[in-house]
Nanobody, 125 residues
Framework: QVQLVESGGGSVQAGGSLRLSCAAS????????MGWFRQAPGKEREGVAA????????NYADSVKGRFTISQDNAKNTVYLEMNSLKPEDTAMYYC??????????????????WGQGTQVTVSS
């Protein structure tokens, strides 16, 4: 069974940092991508960052470029999202997901078949 387990969310003040983790199990990460998405109450879920597993290519939403970094530890089957210079508008539930037949990192949500449970990030001003 495919399972994604997220951790690292919490509450921070504006300008602070958080590091989210997503541990994957139950499948072989060949030609796979991992993505981070977020959803605030009353708003649509949006892509934040994505990475091509092993190759390492990345893709970022314009709103987080220069502040967030997605990375991987292949030995641990884990993907990270380092979030710096956090803003109140970053407040959302953050989800990780995997596309197991992926060439380039993307934000086409229908292609991400497996999702984690989400971890809450709250940024106060």
């Amino acid at each position: 069974q495919v399972q994604l387990v997220e951790s690292g969310g919490g509450s921070v003040q504006a300008g602070g940092s958080l590091r989210l983790s997503c541990a994957a199990s139950g499948y072989t990460a060949i030609r796979s991508c991992m993505g981070w998405f977020r959803q605030a109450p009353g708003k649509e879920r949006e892509g934040v960052a994505a990475i091509r597993i092993e190759r390492g290519g990345t893709n970022y939403a314009d709103s987080v470029k220069g502040r967030f970094t997605i990375s991987q530890d292949n030995a641990k089957n884990t993907v990270y999202l380092e979030m710096n210079s956090l803003k109140p508008e970053d407040t959302a539930m953050y989800y990780c997901a995997t596309d197991t037949s992926c060439w380039l990192p993307h934000f086409v949500q229908s292609e991400y078949k497996y999702w984690g449970q989400g971890t809450q990030v709250t940024v106060s001003s």
